[in-house]
């Protein structure tokens, strides 16, 4: 039994993966910048306040990476034991969100627990990637099976519906995208690839009419939703454009972007903060993030490709499709290639429960690496 | 951890080495973060400079600041035009509360403020955001009263999206007497904004229509401001980087007085009779300058600073009357105030001297036409043996025509050589007395130069398919109804006043105008009017004779109800017969043009009524002008 105790996962420490970590702060250190120069307009406090967003920011930092480091000494597969459970609590919270959620701009996302705010479909990510990790290692770690491939359609369904109705948009895509990224890992044969390709092409048309053809409120709020884009469909979209557009190479200096200081940009801690980047840092300083992103996803590819067994390395997959795909999206809005919808960018974005699902996320990942060699020679 | 323990899941035992699609990822990650820099190097490095610019403009705003307009007074500074304020309610829908309830209690609360109901608002509010203007200011209340705007801009701070704009509104306070000479200002045309933009107008700028306010259009406006400022998203001020002052509008002196015009205007109303139309025209002989110019009917020019002047300008448009029309600025046929310059010419070619005599011992004369036809030609009574003073006093129509066409079976020579000669002769005096071209009045309005008809003009004029060849023939009848100002003969109240007085202040041509001075925005003297004036080639002597013809008039001819008590008054009437197309009956417009004092002239008064006989019905009008005149006003 000592592959379980304390003893395995001390003897597993060097085995933890420095670099995921460290770049995953470093992402959070470039976020901090950019919140400092992003508030300057709306935060006039003294430097030390629980007030000042950076420093907000950085305790709840601190106590993410304090999670992680615990998350990373309990074996992931207590979650897989208790996936079934997770799960039903994730669509029991997104359930009872209907009646009691608050209610932004005709989106219903999350919870207030005091000052905290609880976003269950964060909870769900986590719990649907453990579960269809446990689904399909059960089923022999195989997606080649129709079977078990309706049968992980129908573990996404149900969180992927409730998301989509609140209704948020990014979220439901990413739903999405960690079914197909786990099913594709899992050993999805082409021809149901091309099944289910064709099944949403065929579909897409009555989604769209669906949501466009409805009053123009409903569909402001489903395909643009409008929880950050209160003043006018098109003003963020526009204004971030030029923000982003009008940073050329290099910038035009920390703090000293006219659209991130003067108000043009909305959100600007949070969903559009990579056009603060963009604006006051420049292409050059946007590279600097898309290689940082790079590294911490490969980290967590890596994990995926040592993870000791099945379900570990579905989880990792499904970690970092997740993260990987909430970055596209929110990037890809700030630049106007996709509508806009409130997803933040992951590490860099303002917000604690965010920052701390993610390094959740990251502590699971550091499990799953730390215990690779217990579980291969098992 | 022994909680796990024997309950833990089963790793996948089929494979203890997992090895999936895991390169997929790797393909994923490298994929779209490709698309993104992709996006970048284009909206970044290919496009950047374009977004720095839009980022420029984003923020630095350039507005022109109007200039307040200038102000326009009578000759005693007496002001004719007041600038005040329109007061509109806006709402811009975009900015509105989003939750419905609130909503409808800011419209409730407007109707209780402005008297606009909820649901209408509510109406306009839908109508506007499903048109897509969620962002632009919507009209819902119109020229509120002061009060209200006063206390809308209260509480306009505590209601998103409800603003109050005030824009400038010219308001004439001196009533529709002065509306033809003062015109009006309203929005430009697009014709105008192609020409005004390059000038610096805004395309919102009013700009003046007709009148003084169209004509002084320049010197009104004065010159915009410029200001440059760097705003925030909100349009809030952060800081100004340039600002010009706007340089006020100029303020115009008019040389009417306003006592005077009024007057004049009220005097006519009341002596109207059957007439529907009447003008008058009070000038100086010595400067030009108008010392007041009325048209009745007239319109109010405050209905154009109206929000919505539709109606009454329909109403106007429609009036058979044509208010819109300047009586004194539109040709007619002068009658025998014509008779003033016939007179002119035929002293200065010598065929009439002041002692030609004819015994015009009947009211009828044969003329042989040109066709050996008998022709008779009617005086409006027997004169007896009259010399050319005594012509002009009685207005004898036999005596000009021989002054003018002569009398050929007689072996009295015309003006000319021939009848076309003598017609182009007469023609030539007329013109240079004014007649058939514009006056240059200063005030943008349909003056019309009236017609001086000739042989060339009629070949002209009487040609296509609706004339026969010999309506294009000159005859020597049109010789002589041209002499006594009938015929084709047309000319404007303003033209004969100018004419007037050209034989008042022994021949001096000059140009009309109403403005007399221009005043910097503190009211200091910028310019004064130079009069303009051109010698008429009739000599003074010649000029004295009809003078005196006009004197003898007033004293004991046609004219005399246009005497004073106080003041020697000279002056001729007219009766200028036309066929009133309605009734097919021939009738009567009056005429009267005269001068006072007769020795030292300091004014031409001329009136006009479109009915009436110019003995009885203009000459006690134009006489009770000039007492009222030479009692009040300074010259």
Redesign the interface.
């Known amino acids: 039994m000592s592959r379980f105790g304390v003893e395995g996962s001390l003897r597993a420490w060097d085995r933890f993966d420095a670099i995921l970590a460290l770049t995953a702060l470093a992402l959070v250190g470039y976020g901090l910048v950019l919140i400092y120069s992003g508030s300057l307009g709306s935060y006039d406090g003294p430097t030390a306040s629980l007030e000042n967003p950076v420093v907000r920011q950085g305790l709840f930092a601190l106590i993410a990476i304090g999670a992680m480091f615990i998350i990373s000494r309990f074996d992931y597969h207590v979650l897989l034991h208790y996936a079934w459970w997770l799960y039903g609590a994730s669509i029991l919270l997104l359930l009872v969100l209907i009646p009691i959620g608050q209610t932004d701009f005709g989106s219903t996302r999350w919870f207030a627990l005091g000052p905290i705010q609880f976003q269950p479909s964060e909870f769900a990510k986590i719990a649907t990637i453990v579960l269809l990790a446990r689904f399909l290692s059960e089923q022999g770690g195989d997606a080649r099976d129709l079977r078990v491939l309706g049968g992980s359609l129908a573990i996404t369904a149900p969180v992927l519906l409730l998301v989509f109705i609140q209704p948020d948009l990014g979220t439901t895509i990413i739903f999405a995208a960690i079914w197909l990224g786990m099913v594709v890992v899992a050993g999805i044969q082409r021809r149901h690839m091309l099944f289910f390709g064709a099944v949403f092409l065929a579909v897409l048309p009555f989604l769209w009419t669906f949501t466009v053809a409805d009053y123009q409120i409903e569909r402001i709020s489903v395909l643009f939703d409008a929880e950050e884009d209160p003043l006018d469909a098109g003003y963020n979209p526009i204004q971030s454009q030029i923000a982003v557009g009008s940073g050329q190479l290099l910038g035009k200096g920390l703090t000293n972007g006219e659209q991130t200081q003067l108000d043009f940009l909305k959100v600007k801690t949070k969903d559009f903060i990579f056009s603060v980047l963009g604006e006051e840092l420049g292409f050059v300083g946007a590279m600097a993030l898309f290689a940082l992103f790079i590294l911490l996803l490969m980290r967590g590819i890596r994990a995926a490709q040592i993870a000791g067994d099945i379900p570990g390395q579905l989880i990792a997959a499904g970690i970092v499709i997740t993260i990987l795909m909430q970055a596209y999206i929110n990037i890809a809005v700030n630049l106007s290639i996709f509508p806009v919808t409130g997803l933040p960018l992951p590490f860099v974005s303002q917000g604690g429960s965010s920052l701390l699902t993610l390094f959740l996320g990251l502590g699971i990942i550091q499990s799953i690496v730390m215990r690779h060699r217990a579980y291969r020679q098992f | ?4 323990g024997d ?6 035992l ?5 090895h ?3 390169g ?3 393909i ?3 994929v ?2 490709l ?3 992709g ?3 284009q ?3 290919v ?6 610019e ?3 403009l ?2 630095i705003i350039v507005e022109s600041v109007p200039p307040t307009r200038g102000l326009i007074f009578d000759r005693n500074g007496q002001p004719l035009v007041q600038n005040s304020g329109s007061f509109t309610a806006l709402i811009t829908p ?1 900015f509105l509360p ?1 939750e419905p309830g609130s909503r409808y209690r800011l419209y409730l609360y407007l109707e209780d403020l402005l008297g606009i109901p909820a649901l209408q608002i509510e109406e306009a509010v839908t109508a506007a955001e499903e048109r897509g203007q ?2 632009l200011p919507l009209p819902i209340a119109r020229a509120l009263d002061r009060e209200t705007a006063l206390m809308l801009e209260q509480v306009a701070a505590d209601l998103p999206g409800v603003t109050l704009s005030v824009e400038p509104r010219r308001v004439y306070p001196g009533g529709p007497e002065f509306s033809h000479i003062l015109g009006y200002v309203g929005p430009q045309s697009p014709d105008e904004w192609r020409v005004l933009q390059e000038d610096g107008y805004a395309y919102n700028e009013v700009v003046g229509k007709v009148g003084v306010e169209a004509r002084y259009e320049s010197a009104l406006r004065g010159n915009p401001g410029t200001s440059i400022t ?5 349009g809030d001020l ?1 800081t100004t980087i340039e600002r010009t002052d706007p340089e006020g509008g100029r303020g115009i002196l008019l040389s009417i007085d306003s006592d005077l015009q009024r007057y004049v205007y009220e005097l006519l109303i009341n002596t109207m009779g059957e007439a529907t139309t009447a003008a008058a025209v009070v000038m100086s002989p010595v400067t030009g300058e108008i010392y007041a110019i009325v048209s009745v009917p007239t319109y109010d020019n405050n209905i154009f600073s109206l929000p919505d002047p539709a109606e009454e300008y329909k109403a106007l448009l429609n009036d058979p009357r044509i208010p819109l029309l300047h009586q004194a600025l539109s040709p007619i046929a002068p009658g025998s105030t014509f008779k003033i310059i016939t007179a002119a010419a035929a002293l200065q070619e010598g065929n009439v001297t002041r002692y030609t005599r004819r015994d015009v011992d009947s009211s009828v004369l044969e003329f042989i036409g040109e066709d050996g036809q008998p022709y008779y030609f009617y005086d409006w009574r027997v004169h007896g043996d009259i010399d050319l003073v005594e012509a002009i006093s009685w207005s004898s129509n036999i005596y000009f025509y021989m002054a003018s066409c002569g009398i050929p079976q007689e072996g009295i020579a015309g003006l000319g050589s021939n009848t076309e000669q003598s017609a182009i002769v007469l023609g030539y005096y007329a013109r240079s007395f004014g007649l058939g071209q514009v006056t240059g009045l200063d005030i943008a309005s349909t003056e019309s130069p009236g017609v001086i008809p000739s042989p060339e003009w009629k070949r002209r004029v009487r040609s296509g398919p609706l004339f026969n060849p010999e309506d294009r023939d000159w005859y020597l009848a049109d010789t002589c109804f041209m002499g006594i100002g009938q015929g084709d003969v047309t000319a404007t109240p303003l033209q004969i006043a100018v004419a007037t007085a050209a034989i008042a202040n022994g021949g001096y041509l000059l140009e009309p105008y109403v403005t007399r001075q221009i005043l910097g925005p503190d009211g200091t003297l910028l310019s004064t009017t130079e009069p303009s004036r051109e010698r008429v080639p009739v000599d003074e002597e010649h000029l004295a004779v009809i003078r005196q013809g006009m004197r003898q008039s007033v004293i004991d001819g046609a004219a005399r109800l246009a005497a004073l008590p106080d003041t020697l008054v000279a002056g001729k009437t007219g009766t200028a017969e036309f066929i009133d197309p309605e009734d097919g009956e021939t009738k009567d417009r009056a005429w009267f043009t005269g001068f006072a004092p007769y020795n030292n002239p300091q004014v031409v008064v001329t009136v006009f009524y479109d009915l009436g006989v110019g003995g009885t019905k203009a000459a006690p009008t134009a006489a009770d002008i000039m007492g009222y005149f030479l009692e009040h006003v300074e010259p």
């Open positions: 951890m022994s909680v796990i309950r833990r899941v089963d790793p996948g089929s494979r203890n080495r997992p999936g699609n895991v997929v990822l790797r994923a990650v490298v779209l973060f698309v993104l820099g996006r970048l190097v909206m970044q490095l496009d950047g400079a374009e977004y720095a839009r980022s420029e984003n923020r975009g989003e969620r962002d760097e705003v925030d998203a909100q952060i």
